[in-house]
């Protein structure tokens, strides 16, 4: 029998714990072994849950218990998860978790304390919910140069553009109907303003590449200033707007890092990913591309997830799921993003077409009047700056930028 400890009896853990009891026989069956939950720390007694019986308050106790073998940190936040998960390593305890925030900002240490002390720290439930996407990369995809990465890696965000463009869902209702359903996090901020993606993205280029940015160095955007008359316009352009992280390698070997909101043409995959779900495309210089697709968040896809590891560490199956731990961050790794260049959707008042094509060249105009918007051509960040400042500089106001896929 395989003793473990789950902490954390919030959506996460109530999902593991689920999937845990009710996929007990198949589980056995299929590894030999019965997983036992045996204690789940909480700060709540929480008598209402099925799991009342195993709640415990005293880390120490799981800490000081040899029987147990596997902690599923599924806590969230970054302390106290970070400091239990790095213990429970120093103890000889394989870690689990669907954390991305303390893998985000933590994961080269606690990789190395995981090989340090011969066990697994693994984290498949950081990225993409329900969907493997980090043992694949690590792994099957490992022989290839990765030339890019990008995805849709936030449920909730999704889930509210997809309401507001296919039911014409107010902003705020479509946030509460995805805290309803258990996909934001604690505090919606870390989703709306790009926090969560940014994460994850981070995530994926330090599997791809072997190196941590800190989520700190990422430029991040949210959906927050993302406007209905944009969205509506992009709409009539057979495209689509979708929050992204995205990771693209230059020839320098450096790596452009970013979270935004883009134009996505609707005969791209991505497109057609709507509500909770996630997809990310990998792009390998031998394999072309690869795109994995599922729940983006919610109880059961991120406990499938969270069980996945666990059963990977009870078949003995998987070291950790780097191949070295990973550098910790390296900004001389990032290329500078004011140089990344990308066509633009861009809405200005106060101006005109003529106007607008002295500065930017030939554009493409999806609309005309009180404001005009159209798509530029590949321009980087400081000279998007400056175009808008001359023309800003006649009087015109912009009023919407996004980057185009
Ligand atoms: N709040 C996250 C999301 C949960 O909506 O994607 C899954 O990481």
Redesign the pocket.
Same mark, same amino acid.
């Given at each position: 029998m395989v003793h473990i400890a789950i902490l954390g009896l919030g959506v996460v853990g109530s999902g593991t714990a689920d999937l845990i009891t009710q996929n007990k026989d198949l589980i056995k069956e299929r590894f030999g072994e019965e997983v036992n939950i045996k204690y789940i720390l909480d700060i709540k007694d929480k008598p209402e849950s099925p799991y009342s019986d195993k709640i415990i308050h005293d880390y120490n106790v799981i800490l000081e218990d040899p029987e147990v073998t596997v902690v599923a940190e599924v806590m969230g936040g970054s302390h106290p998860a970070f400091e239990f998960s790095m213990q429970a390593l120093s103890k000889g305890k394989n870690v689990v978790t669907?954390n991305?925030e303390v893998v985000s900002n933590f994961g080269d240490q606690l990789l190395k304390a995981a090989s340090d002390n011969n066990v697994s720290y693994l984290f498949e439930a950081s990225v993409g #919910?329900g969907i493997p996407v980090l043992r694949p990369l690590s792994t099957d995809l490992s022989a290839n140069n990765i030339k890019e990465i990008v995805g849709i890696?936030?449920? %909730? %965000?999704n889930y509210i553009l997809t309401k507001m463009k296919k039911e014409g869902e107010s902003f705020e209702n479509a946030l509460a109907e +995805?805290q309803k359903n258990g996909? +934001?996090?604690a505090n919606p901020s +870390?989703?709306i303003d790009g926090i969560?993606t940014c994460r994850k993205i981070s995530i994926l280029t330090a599997i791809a590449y072997g190196k941590l940015i800190n989520p700190q160095s990422i430029h991040t955007e949210g959906i927050a200033g993302i406007r209905r008359e944009d969205v509506e316009a992009i709409e009539r352009t057979g495209a689509c707007i979708k929050l992204l992280g995205k990771s693209v390698m230059t020839e320098n070997k450096e790596v452009y890092v970013m979270t935004a909101p883009f134009v996505i043409g609707n005969e791209n995959p991505l497109a057609s990913v709507d509500d909770v779900f996630?997809a990310v495309t990998v792009k390998g210089d031998f394999v072309g591309d690869v795109t994995f697709y599922g729940r #983006? +968040?919610g109880a059961y896809p991120?406990a499938s997830a969270v069980c996945g590891d666990i059963m990977n560490i009870i078949s003995g199956a998987t070291a950790n799921l780097n191949i070295k731990p990973w550098q910790a961050s390296d900004e001389m790794f990032m290329s500078d993003f004011s140089y990344f260049a990308c066509k633009r959707y861009l809405s200005f008042a106060d101006t005109d077409k003529n106007a607008a094509q002295v500065i930017f060249g030939d554009v493409e105009m999806i609309q005309e009047g009180s404001e005009i918007s159209f798509i530029t051509g590949s321009i980087t960040e400081n000279e998007l700056s400056d175009k808008v400042m001359r023309l800003c500089s006649s009087g015109a106001r912009l009023c919407a930028h996004i980057r185009v896929l």
């Amino acid at each position: 029998m395989v003793h473990i400890a789950i902490l954390g009896l919030g959506v996460v853990g109530s999902g593991t714990a689920d999937l845990i009891t009710q996929n007990k026989d198949l589980i056995k069956e299929r590894f030999g072994e019965e997983v036992n939950i045996k204690y789940i720390l909480d700060i709540k007694d929480k008598p209402e849950s099925p799991y009342s019986d195993k709640i415990i308050h005293d880390y120490n106790v799981i800490l000081e218990d040899p029987e147990v073998t596997v902690v599923a940190e599924v806590m969230g936040g970054s302390h106290p998860a970070f400091e239990f998960s790095m213990q429970a390593l120093s103890k000889g305890k394989n870690v689990v978790t669907s954390n991305k925030e303390v893998v985000s900002n933590f994961g080269d240490q606690l990789l190395k304390a995981a090989s340090d002390n011969n066990v697994s720290y693994l984290f498949e439930a950081s990225v993409g #919910g329900g969907i493997p996407v980090l043992r694949p990369l690590s792994t099957d995809l490992s022989a290839n140069n990765i030339k890019e990465i990008v995805g849709i890696l936030n449920g %909730t %965000t999704n889930y509210i553009l997809t309401k507001m463009k296919k039911e014409g869902e107010s902003f705020e209702n479509a946030l509460a109907e +995805a805290q309803k359903n258990g996909y +934001a996090e604690a505090n919606p901020s +870390a989703d709306i303003d790009g926090i969560d993606t940014c994460r994850k993205i981070s995530i994926l280029t330090a599997i791809a590449y072997g190196k941590l940015i800190n989520p700190q160095s990422i430029h991040t955007e949210g959906i927050a200033g993302i406007r209905r008359e944009d969205v509506e316009a992009i709409e009539r352009t057979g495209a689509c707007i979708k929050l992204l992280g995205k990771s693209v390698m230059t020839e320098n070997k450096e790596v452009y890092v970013m979270t935004a909101p883009f134009v996505i043409g609707n005969e791209n995959p991505l497109a057609s990913v709507d509500d909770v779900f996630n997809a990310v495309t990998v792009k390998g210089d031998f394999v072309g591309d690869v795109t994995f697709y599922g729940r #983006g +968040a919610g109880a059961y896809p991120t406990a499938s997830a969270v069980c996945g590891d666990i059963m990977n560490i009870i078949s003995g199956a998987t070291a950790n799921l780097n191949i070295k731990p990973w550098q910790a961050s390296d900004e001389m790794f990032m290329s500078d993003f004011s140089y990344f260049a990308c066509k633009r959707y861009l809405s200005f008042a106060d101006t005109d077409k003529n106007a607008a094509q002295v500065i930017f060249g030939d554009v493409e105009m999806i609309q005309e009047g009180s404001e005009i918007s159209f798509i530029t051509g590949s321009i980087t960040e400081n000279e998007l700056s400056d175009k808008v400042m001359r023309l800003c500089s006649s009087g015109a106001r912009l009023c919407a930028h996004i980057r185009v896929l």
